[in-house]
């Protein structure tokens, strides 16, 4: 039996050929080495992230996070709920902070589940799995398994907003979080605390209907990474590392930068130094390829 | 008579128990002191993209500017970053508030058509819910296309490198134009959210006859 075993919801990002696929494939290889089983729950369905407000209203997108948190309940009994994404993770937290203080929501959630045949009977733990890290299994245990420290590679951690307001994780400030950091150290690479844009906002999904406003924010981020002689950015959540990444081009052609700088998730960064290939560690699924890591990788 | 007309009949005068009865965490709305922290935390409202920001909306509502609130671009420039609810002295969950002034004009469809952000909410949702997991591919198509094939091809060749660029890392699947991820009990997923919508709209409806 694993050391840690957890009810995954994965997200829509991190499926098969979606944005975040290279997210979850590193993560895999990241919780083999640490001792973590995932198991999924099975038939998961989108938590609505933020953006759907215009139409999901309250209840609606209350019972979509039910039905995983039932289905949790159903097929892996008093498993924690733990999820990659920070959207995910912050709409499941928010149903279920929302249900445990409100009777009347929890009786309308439970009367809607029961037209797909579920209920909920107990709430479950959110986790987001940078909290798994931290919390369940910490930073001496992670630590114990670095083979290649990244040893010299400047890395700006950019924390971003949902996996930091409103929850955040537990001990950490706002305005100034730490743990990334912290994650950094922990691989043998160089921390940039000063980074003054680590909990800027990447213009979320504006980034797909306003690109303009989107690309203002993003490019802010990314000049005080170089200004601090950052190589590499790092994230823990699937539309920062999207968002920062993937317009470099454009910005480029609107503001005359010249940026091409990669965007890590923390578990690349986790597996390449737990010694494991550039395959394992998804390095493949950067469209700004992070030569320095596939170097250590292929050592 | 619309819906925007029925509403604004029936809480006349009253627009502040109005938001406060129809709008998500609009009870709020009263508990807000004008510290303007909101607005100076507002990745957006450094660009000025807000007409209002939100400790403005907050005052027109409690002044019963009823249209000006209702028909602003303002609270679709919510990027939902949350920089607000942890600001606020006074805990007031602004970043909600926002989310339920917008889908409240939505609602009555009196929010600006146009408005591009209002226009991808909507899609993101019914992509979402249609089968229970996002089809990014359609997702995207339907946003380029929204103004028809000609400007979808425009704003398409835009995206050219991008979508190359994901293709080619294998985070962006051009066959799932022909399907892609979905959940398996998409029957009990739409028969539990229409029961949602259901209950949602009696309970609205229960608070306008009281």
């Keep these: 039996m694993a050391k840690h075993e957890y009810a995954f919801y994965p997200g829509c990002s991190s499926q098969k050929g979606a944005s975040a696929s290279n997210y979850l494939t590193s993560v895999e290889s990241m919780c083999k080495t640490l001792d973590v089983k995932l198991t999924e729950i099975p038939d998961w369905n989108c938590c609505g992230a933020s953006i759907g407000y215009a139409e999901a209203g309250e209840l609606p997108r209350h019972v979509m996070n039910a039905r995983n948190f039932a289905l949790s309940e159903k097929n892996l009994p008093g498993q924690e709920i733990v999820a990659t994404c920070a959207a995910c993770w912050l709409g499941a937290r928010e149903t279920r902070e929302r249900l445990t203080h409100s009777d009347t929501l929890m009786a309308d959630t439970k009367e809607a589940l029961k037209e797909a045949g579920l209920t909920i009977n107990e709430m479950p733990e959110i986790r987001h799995m940078v909290e798994v890290l931290i919390e369940d299994i910490g930073f001496d245990e992670m630590k114990k398994h670095v083979k290649k420290p990244l040893e010299g590679v400047k890395i700006a951690g950019y924390v971003g907003c949902q996996t930091n307001r409103p929850f955040g994780v537990d001990g950490e400030s706002f305005e100034n979080p730490k743990y990334l950091d912290n994650m950094v150290e922990m691989v043998g690479a160089t921390p940039i605390p000063e980074y003054d844009m680590k909990v800027t906002c990447c213009g979320g999904a504006l980034a797909f209907s306003e690109p303009d406003k989107a690309q203002a924010q993003i490019k802010d981020i990314i000049e005080s990474a170089y200004d601090h002689g950052a190589e590499m950015i790092v994230t823990p959540c699937p539309l920062c590392q999207a968002n920062v990444e993937i317009y470099q081009g454009q910005i480029n052609q609107k503001y005359g930068t010249k940026f091409n700088i990669p965007v890590m998730y923390y578990s690349q960064l986790m597996v390449v130094a737990y010694g494991g290939s550039a395959k394992e560690a998804a390095l493949n699924g950067q469209l700004i390829r992070a030569r320095r890591l596939e170097e250590i990788a292929a050592k | ?210």
């Design chain 2, 1 to 210: 008579m619309s819906a925007n007309t029925a509403m604004a009949e029936k809480y006349r005068n009253n627009f502040l128990k109005e938001i406060e009865e129809q709008v998500e965490m609009g009870d709020w709305v009263k508990m807000c002191m004008q510290c303007g922290v909101c607005s100076g935390s507002c990745p957006t409202n450094f660009q000025s993209a807000w007409e209002h920001p939100p400790q403005e909306l907050f005052m027109m509502i409690r002044a019963g500017k009823r249209e000006e609130v209702l028909t602003t671009t303002s609270m679709w420039n919510c990027t939902s970053c949350y920089n607000c609810i942890v600001r606020c002295p006074r805990k007031l969950p602004i970043t909600h508030i926002m989310h339920g002034i917008a889908e409240y004009a939505h609602r009555l469809g009196v929010a600006p058509k146009m408005q591009p952000t209002r226009f991808f909410s909507g899609l993101f949702w019914k992509n979402a819910t249609k089968t229970g997991r996002v089809n990014e591919l359609k997702l995207s198509m339907g946003l380029y296309f929204k103004n028809g094939f000609g400007a979808g091809v425009k704003e398409g060749m835009k995206m050219k490198d991008v979508a190359l660029g994901l293709i080619k890392a294998k985070r962006l699947n051009p066959f799932e134009i022909l399907g892609g991820h979905t959940c398996k009990d998409q029957k009990g997923i739409q028969a539990m959210l229409k029961k949602a919508y259901e209950i949602e709209r009696s309970r609205k409806a229960a608070k306008t006859a009281g």
